[in-house]
Nanobody, 111 residues
Framework: QVQLVESGGGLVQAGDSLRLSCKAS????????VTWYRQAPGKERVFVAV???????LYGDSVKGRFTISRDNATNTVYLQMNNLKPEDTAIYYC?????WGQGTQVTVSS
């Protein structure tokens, strides 16, 4: 069983940056992919980015060029660096691994 804990969210202004962390425990996540999703108020949860076990990455169209996903296998942590944040990035951000989910971290971007 895997436990995932997201952190790093907060209230920022448009154009600012944040780095989210997804810390895994209970089992290493280095051999499989970890995905970030987000859910804005009143909307469905949507894909943001994924990193595969070999480091391959894929991004949603709305975050390409602004967000970067990375992993640190030594600490069993996956990061989401978010630059040039926009108000439409406001959402709860969740990480997912092998059908396990974290509790989410709130990101609010003011204009």
């Amino acid at each position: 069983q895997v436990q995932l804990v997201e952190s790093g969210g907060g209230l920022v202004q448009a154009g600012d940056s944040l780095r989210l962390s997804c810390k895994a425990s209970g089992r290493s996540v280095s051999s499989e992919g970890v995905t970030w999703y987000r859910q804005a108020p009143g909307k469905e949860r949507v894909f943001v980015a994924v990193i595969g076990h070999l480091g391959t990455t894929l991004y949603g169209d709305s975050v390409k060029g602004r967000f970067t996903i990375s992993r640190d296998n030594a600490t069993n942590t996956v990061y989401l660096q978010m630059n040039n944040l926009k108000p439409e990035d406001t959402a709860i951000y969740y990480c997912e691994h092998n059908m396990y989910w974290g509790q989410g971290t709130q990101v609010t971007v003011s204009s």
